[in-house]
């Protein structure tokens, strides 16, 4: 069973960094593309960023290119998105999605992060 | 990258045929058949009903269907049922080789 598992959200000072995971089962990342998509609290989806299935081509919002880094982990079937230099605005659940050569099939199901002082 | 322009709110009675509508422009739903569309019920991770403009994905019941024509992609929910009252996204591929979402639209079955 193909299953997605965040971690790593809490609550960061604005100006802070954060580390997210997204534990993959039930097939093996670096055969698929995947993304991060967040959404504020009570607001709609927004896409974050995509990584490629050999981790060497990377896209970004421009909301958040040059703060965040998507990368993953092959050994470990794990993604990542480092962020830093956060901001009140980057408040949301972050989900990890797998890209099925085009529509969205596997979310996780999501993990919160807070920007506050 | 601006969002996808979708109508705020769509309500119908049960059994009815409603259509929500994802407008963008030819940088990105006009230029691509890749519209998507993904339903969400409240506090759960969004599903895939729609991918490729109009392909249906197993387990997807028939009563949602797509289209494109331009810049707008179109999602038509037959037979409104309750359980299709939910929050209802578009998302499209953009010159940009980034991706952007639709507003979101909220069916309600009245």
């Known amino acids: 069973e193909v299953q997605l598992v965040e971690s790593g959200g809490g609550l960061v000072q604005p100006g802070g960094s954060l580390r997210l995971s997204c534990a993959a089962s039930?097939?093996?990342?670096?055969?698929?593309?995947v993304h991060w998509v967040r959404q504020p609290p009570g607001k709609g989806l927004v896409w974050v960023s995509r990584?490629?299935?050999?981790?060497?081509?990377?896209t970004y919002a421009d909301s958040v290119r040059g703060r965040f880094t998507i990368s993953w982990d092959n050994a470990k079937n794990t993604l990542y998105l480092q962020m830093s230099i956060l901001r009140d605005e980057d408040t949301a659940v972050y989900y990890c999605?797998?890209?099925?050569?085009?529509?969205?099939?596997?979310w996780g199901q999501g993990s919160l992060v807070t920007v506050s002082s | 990258q601006s969002a996808l322009t979708q109508p705020a709110s769509v309500s119908g009675s049960p059994g009815q045929s409603i259509t929500i509508s994802c407008t963008g422009t030819?940088?990105?739903?006009?230029?691509?058949?890749?519209a998507s569309w993904y339903q969400q019920h409240p506090g759960k991770a969004p599903k895939l009903m729609i991918y490729?403009?109009?392909n249906r994905p197993s387990g997807v019941s028939y009563r949602f269907s797509g289209s494109k024509s331009g810049n707008t992609a179109s999602l038509t929910i037959s037979g409104l049922q309750a359980e299709d009252e939910a929050d209802y996204y578009c998302?499209?591929?953009?010159?940009?080789?980034?991706?952007?979402f639709g507003t979101g639209t909220k069916v309600t079955v009245l």
């Open positions: 999605v797998r890209d099925l050569h085009g529509p969205f099939d596997y």
């Open positions: 039930g097939f093996t990342l670096s055969s698929y593309w």
């Open positions: 990584i490629n299935p050999d981790g060497t081509y990377t």
């Open positions: 030819s940088n990105d739903v006009g230029g691509y058949n890749y």
């Open positions: 490729d403009v109009s």
């Open positions: 998302i499209s591929y953009t010159s940009s080789s980034t991706y952007v």
